[in-house]
């Protein structure tokens, strides 16, 4: 049987990769409110230089989400809130978190190998504990 959500109603979903439900009534699609995290600005691309490190040892991510909750930055993972934590709080709706990242943080990582490029990932969990990174 297919869904038809309520006229006037904005959700829109769709399945991609050809996805087939299980037969039978045990599926349960659950819905609810995520948020849109934006990267609002990165005040340094690079930090780490671990042969000439002068001066140059912090960048600072500031970033907003559309929902209130609490927060994660983590470095490395698939971008699945499979990353190592790096930073943590709680984020208002709308209101631009600034979050320092050092060359300390970095080789504290059990991922760090030296210079080279890492990726971080910003998630803020909404009210029915769906954690939605930045994409």
């Given at each position: 049987?297919?869904?038809t959500p309520p006229s006037g109603d904005n959700?829109?979903?769709?399945?991609?990769?050809?996805?087939?439900?299980?037969?039978?009534?045990?599926?349960?699609?659950?819905?609810?409110?995520?948020?849109?995290?934006?990267?609002?600005?990165?005040?340094?691309?690079?930090?780490?230089?671990?042969?000439?490190?002068?001066?140059?040892?912090?960048?600072?991510?500031?970033?907003?989400?559309?929902?209130?909750?609490?927060?994660?930055?983590?470095?490395?993972?698939?971008?699945?809130?499979?990353g190592e934590l790096v930073k943590s709080g709680?984020?208002?709706?709308?209101?631009?978190?600034?979050?320092?990242?050092?060359?300390?943080?970095?080789?504290?990582?059990?991922?760090?190998?030296?210079?080279?490029?890492?990726?971080?990932?910003?998630?803020?969990?909404?009210?029915?504990?769906?954690?939605?990174?930045?994409?």
């Open positions: 049987m297919a869904y959700v829109n979903f769709t399945f991609s990769g050809g996805y087939t439900p299980p037969a039978g009534d045990g599926v349960d699609f659950l819905f609810g409110v995520v948020a849109l995290v934006t990267i609002d600005s990165v005040s340094k691309n690079r930090i780490y230089d671990d042969t000439l490190n002068v001066g140059n040892t912090r960048s600072v991510i500031r970033w907003h989400s559309t929902a209130a909750g609490p927060y994660r930055v983590e470095i490395g993972g698939d971008g699945a809130n499979s709680n984020t208002f709706a709308n209101f631009v978190v600034r979050n320092e990242i050092t060359d300390a943080d970095l080789e504290a990582a059990t991922s760090f190998s030296g210079t080279g490029s890492y990726r971080f990932n910003v998630y803020v969990q909404s009210e029915d504990d769906i954690w939605t990174p930045y994409q």
